[in-house]
């Protein structure tokens, strides 16, 4: 029998470029997306897809359930991709923002996390689980702190879970992705117009300087910057090598910042990432 993931997020990107690799490659792929135009056309083109909202506590557990209907009870894999960025310095991010952007990008993943565990321990302790990370998951950048925050979050939940599932089968994973083509950038302009007033910040000439150039101009690509498959092959690594690593670093931008910060002391890594 082919072996079965669930993915989140898998609307476009990173999500959708992992879903139809990895189904070409034998997996029984489940592709999830919280819209269901998304899920008609992936359905269209041949892969299994159902609605399913990391948000949504009743969405959460109803995915899980059609994922375990279909297999009869099974889960090989989960790869908790979806989650979204908010642009915004922090002084300007509300409290109900960061709190929404918790939602999906920790709270969410947590849900599925701890669910899919649950099936991998039922049926004899075996299963992988892959957690999108970032390069800010391990280092911060200006007007990315709420991003920043949530994915810290999850390192923190991720390494305890791979230290707790020590010799159990279960092996988890993350992936820290550096520039990748995407919708990232696009998909965070309705949480920034949503949450941040920035007209009336104390530093809404940087905003007009900075921030709302690179949100809303198309530019070139960023350095180092690689395509969605890329990040896809190591995803596969994660899912099929004898002996997964803990953690992959994607793109030499993220290698880069990666040794700044073991190496730099703290105040010249703080100059070098805000000249960034």
């Known amino acids: 029998m082919a072996k079965s993931i669930l993915i989140t997020g898998c609307s476009s990107g990173l999500g959708e470029d992992a ?4 189904a070409a490659r034998g997996w029984r792929v489940f592709a999830t997306c919280r819209n269901g135009r998304d899920v008609a056309r992936l359905e269209s083109e041949g892969l299994e897809s159902f609605a399913l909202d990391v948000a949504d506590p009743e969405s959460i557990a109803e995915g899980m359930a059609e994922v375990l209907r279909r297999t009869g009870g099974t889960l090989d ?14 002084e300007d991010v509300p409290p109900a923002a960061l709190r929404e952007i918790f939602e999906t990008n920790v709270f969410g993943l947590h849900d599925l996390t701890r669910r899919a565990v649950a099936v991998m321990r039922a049926q004899g302790g075996y299963g992988r689980i892959v957690q999108h990370s970032s390069a800010l998951g391990r ?6 702190g709420a991003y920043t925050a949530s994915k810290h979050a999850v390192e923190g939940l991720t390494d305890t879970l791979r230290l707790e599932l020590r010799g159990t089968g279960i092996h988890v994973s993350t992936l820290n992705t550096g520039p990748v083509s995407s919708k990232f950038r696009v998909n965070s302009i309705p949480g920034f117009e949503k949450w941040i007033d920035w007209e009336t910040s104390a530093i809404a000439d940087l905003y007009r300087d900075q921030l709302l150039r690179h949100l809303y101009e198309t530019t070139g690509k960023a350095p180092f910057q690689l395509e969605p498959p890329a990040v896809t092959a190591k995803l596969i690594h994660a899912l099929e090598a004898p002996r997964p690593r803990a953690r992959y670093f994607i793109t030499t931008a993220t290698w880069i910042v990666e040794i700044a910060r073991r190496i730099l002391p703290q105040r010249v890594f ?3 990432v805000a000249k960034a």
């Open 139 to 144: 280092v911060p950048i200006r007007w990315r």
């Open 19 to 22: 879903a139809r690799t990895l």
């Open 270 to 272: 703080d100059w070098m």
């Open 77 to 90: 894999a989960l790869f908790n991709n979806a989650g979204y960025g908010l642009p915004g310095a922090m």
